[in-house]
Each structure stands twice: as C-alpha cells, then as structure tokens.
C-alpha cells in the first residue's frame, strides 16, 4: 500500500478515535513507573501504570500482546477482552496501530513462557502515528536513512540506541571525573570576534545588531585560558565547534569537543591525569577495560605506552630525523625509502614529519599510545622543552590509528605569543586560511599573567566512535549535517509497500 494511501487512513483513525471518544493528542498520562523500571518489576505488582510507542503486536482473536518501548526500555503488555469489556477491546484492536503512543494501566504478571506482562485493566490514548513504521533498511541506501532519519533508526535498532546511551554515559562519566578532581565547568561564546585556539579555516557569519563580523568558534582554548588568568585554577568545557573544512568517517565540520586546562601543570602531568580519567570513564561506561572493535579489540589495561615521535618514526619508517635537520635531507631520506608523499617537492620539513608520520606511523598504532617529544617543525605554536629545545612539550593519544587528543604544556609567556601570533597573521594575509590572526584582546590577557599551565581538547565524537565500535562519526552524531534530499529518494527506500504497520523487533508472547 502506498504511504499517502497509509496516511489517509490513519488520519480516518483519528477521527474514529474521536468519534469513540478518545482524545488522539491527549495533554498528559501520569505513570507510575518508566518502561525500564516496569522491567525490573514482580509479578503480581498491582498499580501499575506505563505509556510508550507500540512497536510490534501480536493478535490472538480476544487476547493482543504488544511491546511498549522507549529509548531506555521495552515492557510486554497485553489487552484481552473479558479485562476491559468488548467495546473498548475493539477500539483498540480496530483504531490501534503500531507505532502509536499509548498508556497502559494494570498489573503484572508472568505469561507461560514466563515474560514479564502488564495486564492492562484500561488503557489510554496517547498519539497516532500517521507514517508507517520502517520494516528495514536497505544495504545502499541503509547508511544515509539512519542520519536522516535519526529517530526512525532509534526506534527501531537496539544497537543504535545502545550507542547513544553510551555516549550519555562517557560524557558523564568524564565530566563526575573532571569534578572529583576540582575542575570547574565553565561556557564561553560560540561566535567569537578572532578565530582562534586552533590552526583551521572557521565559518563566518554576520551579527547585525553590532554589524561586525563574527565566526563561530574553532576552538574554546584562549577564553578557558582567559579563566585561568581571572584565578580559575582548573576549567572545561565540552564545547560545539566549527571547521569550514572536509569531511571523512573521522572528521565533521561541527564536532563535540572537551577541552580542559590545569594551572601549574605541564604535560606530564597532564598524560598521568589522562589515563587515569579515561581508564575510569570508559570502565564505568562499558564495564570493562577492553573495548570490542571491529580492527581489533582495544585494551585500556595496563599503562599505556609513552613513545617520542622521532623513535616512532624511525621504527616504522627507517628514517633518523636528528639526521634530517633540513627539509631537503629529509626530502631525500623519504625518497630513498621508497615512500611517496603528496606534494613533497613544496612541503617544508614540519609538514614533512606530519605527512611522514601520518602515513607510516600513525596507522600502526591500534592500542592507546601516547605520542610525545614532537619536534618544534611540526608545533611552531607549542611549548618548546626547556632542556631539548629542538622538541616540544607536547603528547597525543592515538588509538585505532586516531588521533584522540592533543595536548601541551602551554605557552605562557606573553612576548612569545606575540611573536608566534604575529607570524601566523603574516601567513593568514599572504592566504594561509588556517593560519592565526591576530587577537589582541588575549594578548592582554596573557600579559596580566599566567603561571604554568597544561590542557588538552578529545574529540567526544571520535573517542565514542572507537568505544562503540563505529567507523563513521556521523553513526555516534544524533543528527549530523547531510545535503538537502531531493524528492522522496530517501522515503521510497524507507518504506516497503504492502503493510500498513509491519512489526519490527518482533517477540513471542
């Protein structure tokens, strides 16, 4: 049947429903416990009232079983005729359709293969569905119907509702560690006057009221560390930001970020602090400390290895970088090992590295690894060590080959900044759209003082995609940004024609 043909007569229902009645859009149903709660509950509990969507049924001439669900449970209700009386059994088997809201009230009890029912002694209408209940997914068109229709996916896939409650748990779980160990949560702006706090491109956009440019953030770093000079001893943040840039299964344009900074830190103790909060988020949101995945299982055990990027590189490449103290003897080791790099002939030797490394390194690395000692070349913007100066203090967490987080002991000293800074603007005016601007308003906060600080920002997205299982970020992003449908494309592979309110996640009574 065709869904404008379903459409009209669910609507028909309404009026049905109305005509017996029913209010098919009722203000409110009081219930006495959640559909999770209801699970958990004996037989013979009395009292009890549940509402959520019915999302499969099975008839039995006097005698219906189906399933309430929502996103955090599913209880097994059942309506008969000699418990509620003929004409309102009717008006339910004849008016009630899958995919409708309703409020079931009744007690407990234990049906012969012993799964747990609510009698229902009444029952309430609570909202028609007029769409019909997706009866599946097909494989080309499965991935794009899921983001588009996030809701459609939530209904009806257990292991999708599973991953956003686990995201739920992770984002808690990280933010009860951060406040055990005296962080402050904090906010600061979305649309920002200088982009800053990261080397990419931002969006742009117009505030008419001040008539001034604006750009929604890149990143929230210079306004957190505006809080550590203002006396804030420890800040985060789990900030939405923006990066006008291109998009893969591990990048988005708008992308959930955690960023925190602790005063009087550096990046050692910043790498102790992380393990230790991640170990424990991730235990407390999955029970264990051994993550399933898809390329390999991950295990957040142990203490997890601290390699310097040169001893990396030389490992996974054969290439010495202390040996390489140019980009054109780097450019030629490269060459000599037979590793091809896009553009190499108009790299310099930072971007070398990063390349280098991207390519030979960073895919290996599947178990949690701190990277760390990065050469100055590839940090022009970090902290460099006080008794190497050559590399900075500097780690990144690396799983699966993604890079999960990056953090520094921060550059705290005003003059130096300033310089950095000033580079960078000359490199954003002669094109560079990554690069720097100027930001004078955080250049005078430096210059009111900072002592030593360490942070770093994860990719909320990224970390519960590997903790999932999840290959793209958009499977762990509730409804990412995908272009404009163009006609009904996405509803024709939704939907099968010929049953009105096809069962998914069928059980037996």
């Not at 004409?87 to 004849?94: M, N, Q």
């Not at 001040?210 to 953030?217: C, H, Q, S």
């Not at 390519?359 to 290996?364: A, F, I, L």
Request: proline letters at 5%; hydrophobic letters at 40%; charged letters at 30%.
């Amino acid at each position: 049947m065709a869904e404008d043909r379903i459409r009209e007569i669910k609507i028909e229902k309404i009026e049905k429903l109305r005509d017996a009645g029913h209010h098919p859009y009722p203000e409110r149903w009081e219930r006495s416990h959640t559909l999770a709660e209801a699970a958990l509950l004996p037989e013979e509990t009395p009292n009890v009232r549940v509402c959520g969507r019915i999302v499969s049924r099975r008839d039995f001439g006097k005698l219906t079983f189906f399933d309430l669900q929502d996103l955090h449970g599913r209880v097994q209700c059942s309506v008969q005729k000699d418990d509620l009386g003929a004409d309102a059994f009717k008006e339910f088997s004849k008016l009630v359709d899958i995919g409708d809201f309703v409020g079931i009230a009744g007690e407990t009890y234990l049906t012969r293969i012993g799964q747990l029912t609510v009698r229902a002694s009444e029952w309430t209408f609570l909202g028609k569905m007029l769409r019909p209940m997706p009866e599946k997914f097909h494989a080309i068109s499965d991935r794009e119907i899921r983001y588009r229709r996030r809701y459609l996916d939530l209904i009806s896939d257990q292991d999708s509702r599973n991953r956003f409650k686990l995201r739920r748990d992770f984002i808690r779980a990280l933010r009860n560690g951060l406040d055990a160990a005296q962080f402050d949560e904090v906010e600061t702006p979305v649309l920002q006057t200088k982009p800053s706090g990261a080397l990419a491109t931002p969006f742009q956009t117009h505030h008419a009221a001040l008539d001034i440019p604006v750009f929604m953030r890149i990143a929230p770093e210079t306004y957190l560390k505006r809080c550590i000079v203002a006396g804030f001893d420890r800040v985060y943040e789990f900030a939405r930001v923006f990066r006008n840039e291109g998009m893969d299964p591990s990048h988005l344009q708008d992308f959930t970020m955690l960023e925190y900074y602790a005063a009087y830190w550096n990046y050692i103790d910043n790498m102790d602090f992380t393990e230790k909060l991640l170990r424990s988020a991730i235990e407390e949101c999955t029970g264990s400390l051994v993550v399933p995945h898809v390329a390999g299982d991950v295990d957040f055990g142990g203490e997890w290895p601290r390699r310097s990027m040169t001893d990396l590189v030389l490992d996974h490449a054969g290439i010495d970088l202390a040996e390489c103290p140019h980009a054109d003897s780097l450019r030629s080791a490269i060459a000599s090992k037979g590793i091809h790099l896009d553009d190499a002939d108009h790299l310099g030797r930072g971007a070398l590295i990063d390349q280098l490394y991207k390519k030979t390194v960073r895919p290996h690395l599947k178990q949690p690894t701190f990277v760390i000692q990065h050469p100055k070349d590839l940090s022009p913007l970090a902290r460099s060590n006080d008794d190497q100066p050559e590399i900075t203090d500097r780690f990144q967490l690396v799983i699966h080959g993604w890079e999960v987080i990056n953090a520094y002991s921060e550059l705290v000293d005003p003059i130096d900044q300033r310089e950095r800074l000033e580079e960078q603007a000359r490199l954003h005016a002669d094109g560079d759209d990554e690069a720097m601007v100027m930001e004078e308003d955080y250049l005078l906060a430096m210059e009111h003082g900072m002592p030593p600080i360490s942070g770093w920002g994860m990719g909320i997205d990224r970390m519960v995609a590997l903790l999932c299982g999840a290959e793209n970020l958009r499977d762990v992003v509730l409804f990412p940004l995908l272009k404009p449908e163009e006609g009904n494309a996405v509803e024709d592979a939704i939907f099968d024609e010929g049953e009105e309110t096809p069962a998914i996640e069928g059980a037996d009574a």
